[in-house]
């Protein structure tokens, strides 16, 4: 419909017209942001957080556009402050989940370090490489967002595993044949011992280099 310039009333098909786009809008965003949270279901704790991070980005974007649409038009006092105040968390929100800043990543995975400096003790009575992997792969996997990591020896042996299932296993061969760089989401690592791969998150790789580092 022809849209009316300032000052005009609206027609009615007008009206029609923003509600149905308010109504579209609200319902994909709000599909948007429920599988944005269940994507952060079961993932590591820095995976988890930032997947909810841009879950609650894109309910507070659906918030914003309700007010306004609801708002009357010639209202520009409590209505349009909250539209501003609500638009600017939304961004703010979008930028801790799609760019973290260092410290806050860091505090985000402080709870897994502090259990991996706590698994040292078991190291302590560990005579195996086995007992070593065991001891300390499920941390690893945590700081990291990795969903399963399997360290294996140079003659092909298994050392140890944690998250691994029998298809990742069945394909670890294939990976270490066509070389490290085949799947982004495999992290592949070459040291004296053996090698190490590790299965990243679906979404290790919007995090940055440094966590792969």
């Known amino acids: 419909?022809?849209?009316p310039a300032e000052g005009e009333d609206?027609?009615?098909?007008?009206?029609y017209y923003t509600y149905a786009i308010i109504v579209m809008w609200t319902v994909l965003s709000t599909i948007v942001a429920w599988r944005l949270w269940r994507a952060g279901r079961g993932q590591p704790p820095l995976a988890r957080r930032r997947m909810r991070m841009l879950s609650v980005a894109s309910a507070l974007v659906s918030v914003a556009i309700l007010i306004s649409g609801a708002a009357p038009g010639d209202d520009i006092g409590v209505a349009q402050v909250a539209i501003?105040?609500?638009a600017l968390?939304?961004?703010l929100t979008f930028y801790l989940g799609f760019s973290t800043p260092a410290g806050l990543r860091a505090a985000w995975r402080r709870p897994s370090e502090e259990a991996l400096r706590r698994a040292v003790s078991e190291l302590m009575a560990a005579d195996t490489e086995e007992q070593v992997a065991q001891a300390w792969f499920p941390h690893v996997t945590d700081i990291v967002a990795a969903r399963a990591v399997v360290a294996t020896r140079n003659d092909g042996t298994i050392i140890g595993s944690h998250g691994a299932d029998?298809?990742?296993?069945t394909e670890l061969t294939s990976?270490?044949?066509?070389g490290p760089d085949t799947d982004r989401n495999t992290v592949h690592l070459t040291f004296p011992f053996g090698s190490m791969t590790v299965w990243?998150?679906?979404y290790t790789p919007f995090f940055g280099d440094d966590e792969v580092e």
């Not at 029998?166 to 296993?169: A, H, K, R, T, V």
Request: proline residues 15%.
């Open 166 to 169: 029998g298809e990742m296993l």
């Open 89 to 91: 968390l939304s961004v």
């Open 175 to 178: 990976t270490l044949d066509q």
């Open 84 to 86: 501003q105040v609500i």
């Open 10 to 15: 609206p027609p009615t098909s007008f009206l």
């Open 1 to 3: 419909p022809e849209i």
């Open 200 to 202: 990243a998150s679906p």
